[in-house]
């Protein structure tokens, strides 16, 4: 055995130098050495000459069979990559990955890169085979020579192995633990692989699959990533000093961080420097200049998720998240779309209009400031489609609650990542007229429409509800003068809530739920079923702005209803078409119930109806309906136009803010009502998004007026002020306390 593999500096040594004076504790070292060194050579050769039989020796769980052939998910795994979410125009809205990582092929790399991190890994790679036996034993050599592991001898291909395997492990944190566990049974098994791995792929396919692979530290996977983490450029533009302070990294990325440790990085760099010079891959003159360059870092740190989304664009790249780990078009099953997300590498083209965006973030910031106590979201849809081309809210996203930050999107339901919704008052009073309509009811028709009255019995889909309670639930109008009769346009101008209560009456609570259903309101925002009670015309059950946007847009398409869809494309960044959810429509009524809500919605926005403050500029033609929930704890106004659906909903955003004797925006409010809150936020984002787009006209049909009352006493038209004063509403069924405004 050649004397240099015999370990040295034993204290005992210092004072007795020579063979003669030897002490038991070296020789015993001599003998592990000897012992050690046959032993990993002998299985190495074992492993490069019979693979099969080497490991079959030392890993009894394994068989021959296992690594005849090295699986192609093995070979080049699915690396977890970024993707990135564009919106409709091309503008991009956010870049999100587990792992930030783009790989590459190998000629889009520096060649100083490839030959750098060769040079100072493995510079025999091109040489040897899977196993450098010239490298193990001189390694095992310096190691017994220094009494320390400061030299290892795993090959390039070996170290390629152990990244996938911990690729592999993903998240789990005891996988990946096993997976760098440093066992023999575990570097013989990683062996095995390299062996037939080499046989299966080139050198050069080695080498690029771990360029790819390999962590740069920061956050940085690959080599793409780490050029932009730490230079901002992609690797194929890096400068030879550049390649060298990268390709440094790898053995130890905290240890030679550039940013955390600037000297030990340019040490670092200047010794890879040196090993390409040694191995003849640059000149003295090319080292000469790269060592006298300085670090020129130009880091840019993690730009991850939503949160570095512009614009207000946060909270739609949030939902479009929810719908790939959520819609079953991208996945059997939870686990299978979290992996697709996860595993990354997605270019996912959606719906979002950023001129229509920049117009409802403008209208929810300009009207609602981030301090004030409530706050205020707008979605927008196009009818006939259901693409959201909108979705904004006054308070940032982001997990900063000292600057009002949120990452709950009160636009949505809390299954796509909001909260539980809200009230939607009188903007569902639209909803009762057209299941009245379809049920056969003339937009003629006509009710007594007392100031106050008890909830009638009504009939249910499964049975009959009745008003049980003592004293019996009763619901008002909002002032004493407001008592009918009244017909359909006239009630819906003034939003007289006796009025739908009796027509919900008559066509049953059934039909009602029933046209919810076919609207997109199949539940609660909670996920909580429907309940079948009277107040449900009256806008009770909490609902999500983005599903309200859903609902008018049927209203604008001529009684088609869209489900709301945020994705149109979806490629992987190899090019293949990843398949979507397509756009499901279905109509929800006739087309000439569809006028007859056109009529009576442009009513309420015109004379003498509670959003008649709110035309657009132009003279646009528009419909609506303003809402106001119970308390005045949220407020909504609701309308559309041919092109565009909006539905703006303002109030706390967990919904326990009465909104009476409040400053919103600076300006103090005795009470917010629809027409008064969220209707100018409304007017504002309408305005900005239909600025230059062509007028168009809403298919309408002439409704009667009713004849002239007799009764001195009865109302004639609107009692409040142009902007619209709130009809009562509705309590929840078990109540005897008359309910807030609604209107």
């Not at 400068?239 to 990294?249: C, F, I, M, P, W």
């Not at 009513?603 to 309906?625: F, H, Y």
Request: proline share 7%.
């Amino acid at each position: 055995m050649d004397s240099n593999l015999l370990p040295t500096g034993d204290p005992a040594d210092d004072a007795a130098p020579g063979p003669s004076r030897r002490s038991p504790l070296r020789l015993a070292r001599y003998s592990a050495t000897f012992v050690g060194v046959s032993v990993v050579s002998g299985v190495l050769l074992a492993g490069l000459v019979l693979p099969a039989a080497g490991a079959l020796g030392l890993t009894a769980k394994n068989t021959a069979e296992e690594f005849e052939d090295v699986p192609d998910d093995f070979k080049a795994p699915p690396l977890t990559q970024t993707s990135q979410i564009f919106d409709a125009k091309g503008g991009l809205i956010a870049t999100v990955y587990e792992r930030d990582r783009t790989v590459l092929a190998a000629e889009q790399m520096s060649p100083y890169m490839r030959q750098a991190q060769v040079d100072i890994e493995d510079a025999r790679f091109y040489e040897h085979g899977a196993v450098d036996l010239k490298g193990v034993l001189r390694a095992i050599s310096k190691n017994a020579e220094s009494g320390t592991t400061s030299e290892g001898a795993s090959t390039l291909t070996q170290q390629y192995v152990k990244n996938v395997n911990v690729e592999k492990a993903g998240d789990d944190q005891e996988a990946v633990k096993e997976a760098m566990r440093k066992t023999l049974g575990r570097k013989i098994q990683e062996l095995k692989v390299a062996i037939k791995l080499e046989e299966e792929l080139s050198k050069d396919q080695i080498l690029t699959n771990y360029l790819n692979i390999t962590f740069f530290g920061n956050g940085a996977y690959g080599v793409e990533a780490a050029s932009q983490r730490y230079f901002g450029k992609s690797n194929k533009d890096l400068t030879l000093a550049e390649a060298a302070t990268l390709a440094g990294l790898v053995q130890n990325p905290s240890k030679y961080d550039p940013k955390a440790h600037p000297q030990a990085a340019l040490n670092r760099r200047n010794t890879v420097l040196d090993k390409m010079l040694e191995n003849r891959h640059i000149t003295e003159e090319q080292a000469k200049e790269a060592k006298a360059a300085p670090l020129g870092l130009n880091y840019r740190g993690p730009q991850n998720g939503c949160i570095t989304a512009k614009a207000g664009m946060g909270f739609f790249c949030d939902y479009v998240k929810h719908v790939i780990k959520q819609d079953p078009a991208f996945g059997a099953n939870a686990a299978e779309r979290k992996k697709l997300w996860d595993q990354g590498g997605l270019i996912v083209h959606t719906t979002l209009d950023p001129e229509k965006q920049a117009a409802a973030q403008n209208a929810v910031s300009s009207n609602v400031r981030v301090t004030d106590s409530v706050s205020a979201a707008a979605s927008m849809v196009e009818p006939g489609t259901g693409r959201i081309l909108a979705m904004a809210q006054t308070r940032p996203y982001g997990l900063d609650k000292g600057k009002n930050q949120t990452v709950v999107n009160l636009n949505v339901d809390a299954v796509m990542g909001g909260g539980n919704g809200f009230q939607p008052g009188s903007t569902f009073k639209p909803v009762v007229a057209a299941a009245a309509m379809e049920a056969g009811l003339p937009p003629t028709q006509e009710y007594d429409s007392p100031n106050r009255m008890e909830y009638p019995t009504m009939k249910t889909c499964e049975g009959t509800w009745k008003n049980t309670g003592k004293p019996k639930t009763t619901v008002p109008n909002e002032s004493a003068s407001e008592k009918g009769p009244y017909q359909l346009k006239e009630a819906m101008a003034l939003s007289v809530n006796t009025y739908f209560v009796q027509m919900e009456q008559e066509i049953g609570l059934c039909a009602v739920k029933q046209m919810a259903n076919k609207l997109g309101i199949t539940a609660r925002a909670s996920g909580e079923p429907l309940n079948e009670v009277p107040a449900m015309a009256l806008g009770v059950e909490e609902v999500s702005p983005l599903t309200m946007a859903g609902v008018y847009a049927a209203f604008a398409a001529g009684g088609t209803y869209c489900a709301p869809v945020a994705i149109s494309r979806i490629t992987t960044v190899e090019g293949k078409d990843v398949a979507v959810p397509p756009s499901r429509c279905e109509r929800a009524f006739s087309e000439s119930t569809s006028r007859v809500l056109n009529t009576i919605l442009n009513g309420v926005t015109e004379g003498g109806g509670t959003g008649s403050a709110l035309q657009l500029e132009g003279d646009r033609q528009i419909a609506g309906k303003t809402g106001t929930s119970d308390k005045k704890k949220a407020a909504w106004f609701s309308g559309y136009t041919p092109q565009l659906a909006t539905a703006v909903w303002l109030g706390g955003p967990n919904g326990g803010v009465e909104m009476r004797d409040i400053t919103i925006n600076g300006k103090r409010h005795d009470e917010v009502f629809g027409a008064t809150g969220p209707g100018p936020i409304w007017r504002d984002a309408m305005n900005q998004a239909l600025r230059g787009a062509p007028k168009q006209s809403l298919p309408m049909t002439d409704i009667p007026d009713p004849a002239p009352r007799t009764d001195p006493n009865a109302s004639t038209g609107p009692t409040g002020s142009a902007s619209g004063t709130p009809a009562a509403g509705s309590p929840p069924a078990s109540s005897t306390t008359p309910p807030g405004k609604r209107r």
